[in-house]
């Protein structure tokens, strides 16, 4: 990557005009994105990593030699050798080597089975012998290390992660990061090994890796075994030929990127920079990498053709870099920034930590108030305002208290950088850069940024506050800007509603290839874009290629749990349930050994079931006649009820035969966020409607109607909308209401920020679904009709449909095969997953509840 980076750097020179420049590359293909290597295990091609634009190479006249490294340099004759023999002459020699993994010194490491994780081919070959394997262990806790463990956890392998340091990404985040961290990380199903070290790797008789041996006396099972535990800088040509290297490796260069010979410059991971470091980011090296093609061009400029020793330089120098980081790891969000340990004198810590959530944020404030660093973990909004301040040392235009609690950014406003601030590091672009390209050069859009000025072209991770910027800066000069759903697609979640709904669009690719801008979709529009095509009843969720486009949840219509089991929710429409309904569900969890419990909405969960035994339980279920609970979609959970007037002596209307009518008529609704409702049979409120999506309360006239309320972090209390509603006013009102929000609302917009944020608010809402002021009552009430008359049971359709079964397999290579991370231990007379390191079984084993041994069936 700081290779490409060079070249681009040095064609931009005037200098580089008529210059040859020869390109010796080790692999088979041009410059790619090692960055976003993970890709590779979730669809992305080779080609989707390049870095070498079409026709690059031919414009600027360079000899790209693939797979044909350079083994030896000759720095009395200027002349390198490479692999195949050829021999090639140079002015200025440009080492950008990079770097290696580093596979700790112990016994086994060649055994078939390890890998290192590095490059496209390293991706292909861990992918190939993840199709067969059951258990594997990733070598490593830092960047790299996690992603791979994310990639074989996703391909179904049971994984572990052995880290030596006591915490994951120990140089990124602290040890209150790192323990949210290991949480989040813990939940998904992967087991973490923190102050371990690997003494070496098991291997059976022939020869294929069985286990690995830990430093402490443990082994761990494992048929694959991934080392990505650091690199070390590639450093072996300027060693052979007697350049100096620093003492962790690293060829030793100045402030210009010059070696000792000021004929070799050397960039990137491979290079000892000025401050003593090796850097292991793209940024920094992307800096080198441009620093270097200032100093060839100064170089050209002075006549130095063959470069002397007494040349003296006056550009701009590398002398460090930022190595903030951002990213996003088993789908957890993880960043620092600045200085995330406090080292400086005085530094003084401001932090927020919730464990139930996973959330922890840490701001490091010095002793003049100035914001020094942080670390983000579970939630990294903010990222692209608080770095800029931290790298610029910038004083905090409000108080850091208030950035670091839940929603501090939406109270506090936004935080205001000056121009002087770097948003993106990998290209070290200013704010002030930025909007300048808008205002002087043209730049309308994000994307025209990017060509401008290059920002947001290397890690990705300032594209949102890039976006911000361009933004504020186009609607300063009276200009309309696009608010586009992402890269994919111009339109707004709403606007794709529209065009969907209008034009019978039933697909993504469909939508994509009409109103779209190309590629491949991405983690943003294409699960939106499903719940769109939901909404408005186009087919079974996991029919064709809109199965593909659902996450965990709904591809297999059931709610995974920390430990990689599933948790089965049937319907209960109002928490009315008959006694043969209970003694069914009795038995199913009795039978598959499930946990039990009634939930707050009033309902029943079973927990613990693996991806194979969800069809054998709801056909079960089916058959006594219950329907999907669709606690795993974004649609509506539960109506939630009291007894009302049929038994309670406050009660003043049925609401409970009120409620079991809404859940029936709303259930299946796809919509942007997940809706909850609630119908109280009186003023006391036992339902607790004022704290529901919509809440409908009893009056001795009627119902009062409430809506755009939540729980959760940042509860809200619902507003009125209306009072005193008949039935058939009421009822025709919530179907306008959420068909107006699910026509309206962005992605992942709960009613109550949709409201919110709705012009006009409260009133307008009224008018539209009360007074039809918008006159599009009799579409809504249309829709509304269309998803009531398609309804289908998820469930029940998918056990008529053999090829909807198929997915529902722990190892699509071992069907029926059980999953070995999936395991219990017994509490309470029932099962919970066991914790890291504690002795567990799987529900293919016998359980010991209450003393009394219980036979769990498997399908």
């Not at 790209?64 to 002015?91: H, K, M, Q």
């Not at 002030?432 to 991770?461: H, I, L, P, W, Y």
């Not at 909850?676 to 009627?702: H, L, N, P, W, Y």
């Not at 008359?789 to 029940?796: I, L, N, Q, S, T």
Request: glycine share 14%.
């Amino acid at each position: 990557m700081v290779g490409q980076r060079f070249l681009e750097a040095w064609a931009e020179q005037p200098a580089a005009r008529g210059r040859r420049v020869t390109v010796l590359a080790e692999e088979p293909r041009p410059a790619y994105d090692r960055v976003h290597l993970s890709a590779l295990f979730s669809g992305s091609t080779a080609e989707d990593l390049t870095l070498c634009p079409p026709g690059f190479l031919a414009e600027h006249g360079i000899d790209l030699r693939l797979g044909d490294p350079a083994t030896a340099i000759d720095r009395e004759r200027r002349l390198v050798t490479t692999r195949s023999g050829s021999r090639v002459r140079y002015d200025v020699l440009v080492l950008a080597t990079g770097s290696v993994p580093f596979v700790p010194p112990v016994p086994g490491t060649d055994a078939l089975g390890c890998h290192v994780y590095r490059t496209i081919e390293d991706v292909d070959a861990i992918r190939a012998q993840a199709e067969t394997a059951r258990t594997g262990v990733v070598v490593g806790g830092g960047l790299l290390g996690l992603e791979a463990a994310g990639a074989l956890r996703a391909g179904g392998l049971d994984t572990h992660v052995v880290e030596f340091a006591p915490r994951l990404m120990a140089v990124q985040v602290d040890d209150g990061g790192g323990a949210a961290l290991r949480r989040k990380i813990e939940e998904l199903g992967v087991t973490v090994h923190t102050s371990a070290g690997a003494s070496g790797v098991l291997t059976g008789p022939d020869g294929a890796v069985r286990g690995l041996a830990l430093a402490d006396g443990r082994e761990l099972p494992a048929d694959l075994v991934v080392f990505s535990a650091g690199v070390r800088a590639r450093d072996q040509l300027a060693r052979d030929c007697g350049l100096p290297v620093g003492p962790r490796g690293g060829v030793v260069v100045d402030a210009h990127c010059r070696t000792e010979d000021p004929a070799i410059l050397a960039v990137g991971e491979c290079a000892q920079a000025v401050d003593g470091r090796v850097y292991g980011l793209v940024a920094p090296g992307y800096q080198m990498a441009e620093t270097a093609a200032r100093t060839l061009a100064e170089l050209a400029g002075q006549g130095a053709g063959r470069v002397g020793g007494g040349t003296v330089l006056t550009g701009e120098g590398f002398v460090g870099a930022d190595t903030s980081t951002k990213l996003k790891l088993l789908g957890v969000d993880v960043a620092s920034f600045g200085d995330p340990h406090g080292t400086a004198d005085g530094a003084l810590d401001v932090l927020y930590s919730d464990s139930r959530s996973g959330v922890y944020r840490k701001l490091v404030i010095g002793a003049d108030g100035a914001l020094l660093g942080g670390v983000l973990v579970g939630d990294t909004e903010g990222y692209g305002a608080l770095r800029p301040l931290a790298v610029g040392g910038k004083p905090l235009t409000v108080a850091p208290e208030q950035l670091v609690l839940p929603a501090g950014f939406a109270s506090a406003g936004p935080v205001a950088l000056p121009d002087d601030a770097v948003l993106c590091s990998c290209h070290n672009v200013t704010q002030g850069a930025v909007r300048a390209a808008v205002r002087e050069q043209g730049a309308d859009s994000v994307a025209a940024v990017k060509k401008c000025t290059r920002a947001g072209t290397g890690c990705g991770s300032c594209l949102k506050q890039l976006g911000t910027v361009v933004t504020e800066e186009l609607e300063a000069a009276g200009v309309s800007t696009a608010k586009g759903l992402c890269e994919h697609f111009g339109h707004t979640r709403a606007e794709l509603y529209e065009i969907v709904r209008v034009t019978g669009l039933a697909s993504f690719s469909e939508l994509l290839a009409t109103h779209g801008k190309g590629g491949e979709g991405c983690e943003i529009c294409k699960p939106t874009v499903a719940s769109v095509l939901a909404s408005l009843g186009n087919g079974h969720i996991l029919d064709g290629e809109q199965g593909a486009l659902q996450d965990s949840n709904d591809h297999f219509l059931a709610n995974l749990q920390r430990n990689g089991s599933y948790s089965v929710v049937p319907r209960v429409p109002g928490g009315e349930i008959t006694p043969e309904g209970l003694i069914t569900i009795g038995e199913i969890a009795r039978d598959h050994g499930l946990y039990t419990k009634i939930t707050g909405g009033q309902r029943i969960d079973m927990f613990g079931a693996t991806v194979d035994q969800l069809p054998v339980i709801w056909r079960k279920l089916v058959d006594a006649g219950f329907e999907s609970g669709h606690a795993y979609g974004k649609s509506l959970r539960t109506v939630k009820s009291c007894v009302g007037e049929t038994w309670c002596r406050f009660g003043v209307q049925d609401s409970t035969t009120l409620a079991i009518e809404l859940e029936l008529r709303y259930r299946g609704l796809r919509s942007p966020h997940k809706l909850k409702a609630a119908v109280s049979g009186c003023a006391r409120e036992c339902a607790e409607a004022q704290s529901k999506d919509f809440g409908i309360i009893a009056t001795s006239a009627g119902w009062n109607l409430y809506v755009g309320g939540n729980g959760g972090m940042t509860p809200r209390h619902a507003d009125l909308l209306a009072a005193d509603l008949d039935r058939e006013t009421l009822i025709r009102t919530i179907d306008r209401y959420l068909m107006f929000y699910i026509r309206t609302a962005d992605r992942l917009e709960r009613t109550s920020v949709w409201l919110e944020r709705l012009e006009g608010g409260l009133d307008h809402l009224r008018a539209v679904v009360l007074d039809d002021s918008l006159g599009i009552a009799a579409e809504l009430d249309e829709l509304m009709e269309r998803h009531i008359g398609g309804y289908r049971d998820e469930w029940a359709e998918t056990l008529a449909d053999p090829d909807r079964m198929r997915r529902f397999a722990s190892f699509v290579n071992a069907p029926g095969t059980p999953d070995p991370a999936v395991t219990f231990v017994p509490e309470r007379g029932q099962i919970r997953p066991a914790r890291p390191g504690e002795a567990g079984h799987t529900l293919d084993s016998p359980v010991l509840v209450a003393g009394a041994r219980l036979e769990v069936l498997t399908p």
